[in-house]
């Protein structure tokens, strides 16, 4: 089975974004806005040549994200001062899955791990999938829209998100998933913190499990060192959600491989496992500076 990680392009973002000062959101945005200093971050989106059909997850950035007017225009000084968007027309995912020989309009299941403006803009891509999302995800988009960081005006009218629903079926310690294929491979997770309603994909597949985590960490160091992003909306829950994520890798060799890490592909490649052993277990240590 072929796993391709796809760099759909770069953001510059403040330091402060990605290690964010405090527990409270309010102040990490605040910190965020606050900071002078940049750095890029990866935006990467995978794709899972499975037996039962493509599998996507996530949709990337776009292109259009550098035209002025792409924000709503109450919100463009922030856009304009926090980020600074490098992708372009051929970084989008929809043109890099006709590179490797899938046409994306044959597509159809496309997974969400949460609906901000990085995973979800190049849904457009995609309008003959099932975009499958979890409840509380869509409740919150439908109620938030961009003040939940996320632009549905550019995709609603081409996809509509299927809502899931979890059952009570364990997987490592997660008590409960929703099952993608017949196969009994593939499975979403809810792993809440980073959004309300966030979900990660976990397959396996070549004697490893993958965990597609989205944002449930910006890297693999900030889960050892419980760094939390300013954008999380719940910092609480998002340990609790890595505390999750950790005891299942000591149950089974896991392959941790999120959106804004630059290291996802080659992780992907070699096969590279969470360790079990570091200090995140069983509590996690404190974040750097707590408020
Ligand atoms: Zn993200």
Not at 80 to 89: I, K, L
């Amino acid at each position: 089975m072929k796993i391709h990680a796809l760099l759909t392009g770069l953001i510059s973002v403040k330091n402060a974004y990605v290690e964010g000062i405090a527990r409270m959101r309010a102040l990490r945005l605040a910190g965020s806005l606050l900071d002078s200093h940049f750095r890029l971050i990866p935006v990467y989106t995978w794709v899972i040549e499975h037996p039962e059909g493509v599998i996507v997850i996530d949709a990337g950035e776009t292109a259009q994200a550098r035209e002025p007017d792409f924000f709503p225009a109450l919100q463009r000084p922030y856009w304009r001062t926090q980020f600074q968007f490098q992708v372009n027309p051929i970084d989008e995912i929809g043109v890099q899955l006709f590179r490797r020989g899938i046409d994306p309009k044959t597509v159809r299941t496309v997974i969400l791990t949460h609906a901000h403006f990085d995973h979800t803009d190049g849904l457009y891509h995609f309008p003959n999938a099932r975009v499958l999302i979890s409840p509380r995800e869509w409740r919150a988009l439908r109620r938030w829209r961009e003040w939940h960081f996320s632009f549905p005006e550019k995709w609603e009218q081409i996809v509509k998100p299927a809502v899931i629903q979890y059952r009570p079926e364990r997987i490592g310690a997660f008590s409960e998933s929703y099952p993608v294929t017949n196969a009994g491979d593939v499975w979403i997770v809810p792993t809440p913190g980073h959004t309300v309603g966030h979900q990660s994909v976990m397959l396996h597949a070549d004697g490893v499990t993958y965990f597609f985590g989205g944002d449930t960490s910006f890297d693999q160091d900030s889960l050892y060192h419980n760094v939390i992003d300013a954008p999380t909306l719940n910092s609480h829950q998002a340990l609790a959600t890595r505390r999750q994520i950790l005891e299942t890798a000591a149950q089974m060799p896991l392959v941790y491989l999120t959106t804004h890490d630059f290291e996802t592909e080659r992780r992907l490649e070699n096969r590279d496992v969470l360790r079990d052993d570091h200090p995140g277990l069983p509590m996690p240590s404190e974040p750097m500076f707590v408020v």
